[in-house]
Nanobody
């Protein structure tokens, strides 16, 4: 099963918007959860948003609630992250990943996931 591939990153000013995409195989998209993570230089990788395979349940990190929206297009085997009102602290490499059998409450925990993409860089300038 091919690994996911992220795209859509770039450089924007504070308050701007970006939409990230994660193209994955049908096998990957069909896993229990897919999620977005981010990692800034010198920091640990942290969960941003997760979504169940049927799109019925989403979860967000407190820092992005109300600004980011995760969604998926199962027919296109693609995961999205719409990011609005971007802040400099959102600057990071963004990754998508998939997981199966994630315990309740751990859908934003990186160690629950495998099938990682290589990442796409998001830079927000003040």
């Amino acid at each position: 099963q091919a690994r996911p591939v992220e795209s859509g990153g770039g450089s924007v000013q504070t308050g701007g918007s970006l939409r990230l995409s994660c193209a994955a195989s049908k096998y990957v998209v069909g896993r229990d959860y897919m999620a977005w993570f981010r990692q800034a230089p010198g920091q640990e990788r942290g969960g941003v948003a997760s979504i169940t395979y049927d799109g019925g349940k989403t979860r967000y990190a407190d820092s992005v609630k109300g600004r980011f929206t995760v969604s998926q297009d199962s027919a296109a085997n693609t995961l999205y992250l719409q990011m609005k009102k971007l802040k400099p602290e959102d600057t990071a490499m963004y990754f998508c990943a998939a997981a199966s059998g994630v315990p309740g409450g751990r859908s934003l925990a990186p160690d629950e996931y495998d099938s990682w993409g290589p990442g796409t860089q998001v830079t927000v300038s003040s």
